[in-house]
């Protein structure tokens, strides 16, 4: 047990450590100046996902690091108004999607802008589902009545169903008590193909008594989906999250997720990918934009894309955005290659996250032979008994599936390295080993980075 205990936190810190090094230290940004345009082009016979950012929120979270402003109307208006030209330009440059993502902030804001912005995706491509995110203040039968054969999944996020936290976390005031939101989620329930709730682990000084009760109110409330995040920690959000829920000395996340995988095998939900559930009548659903599809276009300010093995960058700045967008000029202001090998680890675990790796087509889609591009990370991952092989696929054991949590943790912490460098120049000084590359150009971070005004 000890020795069992002993290689499986190796595995952990190997992978832990792997993961930072490849987004410390290989993440080379890459800012373009007014020469080097980035236009979002499709590739034939390529399938991409649509991504959409609402970055406005009534109050800030202290735990939340995504791109966000304080909501006023007029932006919001204006922000909409942008985002729904961007949407006509990426039509124009030849792209259609199946599938769209609105993610926030708060995307149910404002109904009516969100409303024209969804109804104009439809009429521009093939859309066959929209996923959408919201606080529990813009869940009631009311609204959702508007959005009624249009979002077809609403994520709502809950954070926990203990007072006590969501009292430190300032949501209390903001979304009302456990009791309350409750309520108004066993309405929601049903009047939306799926009704996703988004929960936190690990927070600092959690018990495991309020992880258990968090589950069990979630089960009860009986939505189609339950996706239960590990607290995710990063230079944006450390401090504010020991201010508001204190510092701990204990780490639960290995414990807690192995709580939270007992707590579902007890019946009604399977796992759909390594931290979501979904009930029985939806249970191969999937949650993570990023699992399912590779390869997808981001518009709005702050959006990120992933298009040949790029991650490429919107304006931040809701002025700068607004003006690229309304100069018909390209909304990118920077981008970072991967390698090969790099992209072939994040398919990898994306995959894996989602639950298997087919190999043929793993190694058809991205020209590869996966045994031997791979060769060193699958065998550690085997010697770990982190995975094994089925027919054809590589799929995680318990353990497997804990490790992508873990990966997937850090990769979201990256990205907020991302936001970091975006944020403000104080910033950006501060952040290590982040290579910019502007020297190229000569391009400097102060006139390259056009701040935004409001805190992210
Ligand atoms: C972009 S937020 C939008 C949710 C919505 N605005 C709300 O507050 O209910 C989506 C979800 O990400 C999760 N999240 C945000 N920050 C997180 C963090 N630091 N660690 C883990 N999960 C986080 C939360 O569960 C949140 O509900
Ligand atoms: S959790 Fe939701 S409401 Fe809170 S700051 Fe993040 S996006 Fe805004």
């Not at 020795?3 to 993961?19: L, Q």
């Not at 495991?208 to 920690?233: F, G, R, V």
């Not at 201010?243 to 807690?256: A, I, K, P, Y």
């Not at 949650?287 to 490429?312: M, P, Q, R």
């Amino acid at each position: 047990m000890i020795f069992k205990n002993t290689v499986e936190s190796f595995a952990v810190n190997y992978a832990h450590k792997s993961i930072q090094r490849s987004l410390y230290n290989e993440f080379n940004i890459k800012i373009l100046d007014e020469n080097q345009k980035y236009t979002k082009t499709p590739k034939e016979g390529k399938k991409y996902m649509l991504y959409a950012h609402v970055p406005f929120c009534h109050t800030f979270c202290p735990y939340c690091s995504f791109h966000k402003y304080h909501y006023e109307q007029e932006l919001a208006k204006h922000y909409f108004e942008n985002l729904r030209e961007e949407m006509r330009q990426v039509k124009a440059a030849g792209f259609d999607f199946n599938s769209l993502y609105v993610g926030g902030g708060t995307t149910l804001i404002n109904e009516p802008e969100l409303e024209k912005t969804l109804r104009l995706a439809k009429e521009l491509f093939n859309i066959e589902d929209i996923s959408a995110e919201s606080d529990p203040n813009h869940i009631s039968p009311e609204s959702l009545t508007r959005f009624d054969g249009l979002i077809d999944r609403l994520s709502v996020g809950v954070q926990s169903f203990d007072d006590s936290i969501l009292k430190k976390v300032g949501r209390y005031e903001k979304f009302g008590s456990s009791a309350e939101v409750q309520k108004r989620l066993e309405k929601a329930v049903g009047m939306i193909p799926v009704i996703s709730l988004d929960l936190i682990f690990n927070l600092p000084n959690q018990t495991k008594e309020q992880l258990i009760n968090d589950i069990k109110i979630s089960k009860a409330i009986a939505p189609e989906q339950i996706t239960l995040y590990p607290l995710m920690k990063s230079e944006l959000t450390r401090d504010n999250i020991a201010r508001s829920l204190g510092v701990s000395n204990v780490d639960n996340e290995r414990e807690f997720y192995e709580i939270i995988v007992d707590e579902f095998a007890k019946g009604g939900y399977r796992q759909s990918n390594a931290w979501a559930f979904s009930n029985q009548k939806n249970a191969d659903m999937r949650d993570e934009y990023v699992g399912s599809n590779h390869e997808y276009v981001g518009i709005g300010s702050g959006a990120f894309s992933f298009l040949e093995g790029e991650l490429v960058i919107n304006a931040f700045n809701l002025l700068d955005y607004g003006r690229k967008v309304k100069a018909q000029d390209s909304t990118v202001i920077a981008k970072c290659a991967f390698t090969k090998k790099e992209r072939l680890k994040y398919i990898f675990l994306t995959e894996l996250f989602d639950g298997s790796v087919d190999i043929a087509k793993y190694n058809k889609n991205n020209g590869a032979n996966i045994h031997r591009d791979l060769f060193v990370e699958l065998n550690l991952l085997k010697l770990v008994n982190a995975i094994y092989e089925e027919n054809g696929c590589i799929k995680p054991t318990f353990f497997g599936k804990y490790i992508c949590v873990v990966l997937m943790r850090d990769f979201y912490a990256g990205m907020d390295r991302v936001r970091a460098l975006f944020k403000d120049d104080a910033k950006i000084k501060r952040t290590k080993n982040l290579h910019v590359m502007s020297e190229d150009t000569g391009v400097s971070y102060e006139q390259a980075v056009t701040r935004p005004k409001a805190a992210i």
